[in-house]
């Protein structure tokens, strides 16, 4: 049955201008990347993400090849779409990825191909069961592709209806500066762009792409800003049963150096000072900078959620607080 959703769900959540565009984002985003796999009951993901839609989460991230198994993040959201958010079509922005390896043989491999990039978007259409995702993106530069051709084929999605927007994923500064240049030619606006950023990976201010996202009026949507889980509470004594750690996936047990969980447990002693949990500090901290327009998170359960999207009760840092913080949010 579809689900009837609250009533109050845009009474909480603050949302932000993705860069000189006209579209507004939640400051916290939901990403598939996890969670929503044929590896996770569809009861638990239905759960997640009925109740990210009550908070007034109107963003939900997808790639070609979430899972697993690829592809099935897709498929699953699609049913979930169909089943619980038909209705809700308008009030949504989708966004999915083409850039790593897919199908067999030499156009499913991954990269900036305009084949690959077009034929991968018509396959996330059919696998969601939509006529149009809002974002699409490059998920990552090709440097063995012409830049030209892949802003071309961004270009095509958008000219032809597939999608909206044009976003880009991991490009350095100066390819995210080219990009732009490119597409701002074709006609089709650079919308954002998807880095990975958080207390303890802070490439986008030390290499600059801030200021480029911010000259070239592109917004930027961080990913992993709670670095995979360790930026909460979770590893503090050890690695929990059934966490993404103790699965052997995208987070590595070699990350969970003595000293990372040294800078780790002084950050969760700053935010127990602020009333909040790390989690929260981690996600307020992300988005102190208003260049940031949204912090893109995952959730494997409603608690998680809920806790994470409580971090906007707090999102003030004074000077002082800020100074601690860097002490300890170093990469
Ligand atoms: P996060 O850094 O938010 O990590 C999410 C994980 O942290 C959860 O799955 C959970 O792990 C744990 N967690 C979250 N909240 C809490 C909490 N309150 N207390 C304890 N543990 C918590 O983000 P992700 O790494 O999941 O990435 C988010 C999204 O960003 C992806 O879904 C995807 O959309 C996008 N992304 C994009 C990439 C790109 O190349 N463009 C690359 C990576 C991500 P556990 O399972 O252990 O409970």
Redesign the pocket.
Known sequence: MTHAAADDRYDAMTYRRTGRSGLDLPAISL?????FGDDVPLERQRDVLRRAFDLGITHF?LANNYGPPYGSAETNFGRHLRDDFRPYRDELVLST?AGYDMWAGPYGQGGGGRKYVLASLDQSLRRMGVDYVDVFYS??PDPTTPLEETMGALDTAVRSGRALYAGI??YSPQDTARAAAILADLGTPLLIH?P?Y?MLNRWIETEGLLDTLADVGAGCIA???????ML???YLSGIPEG??ASQGKSLSTDLLTEQTLAHVRALHGLAQERGQ?L?QMALAWALRDPRVTSV?????SVA?LE??VAALDRLDFSDDELARIDQHAVD
């Open positions: 990403g598939l990347w996890h969670n991230d990825k998920h990552r994923s991991s998807q990975s958080s990913f992993s800003p709670l670095a995979q889980g909460t509470d979770k966490s993404r949990s989690a893109l998170i995952g959730a494997s998680q806790q994470n």
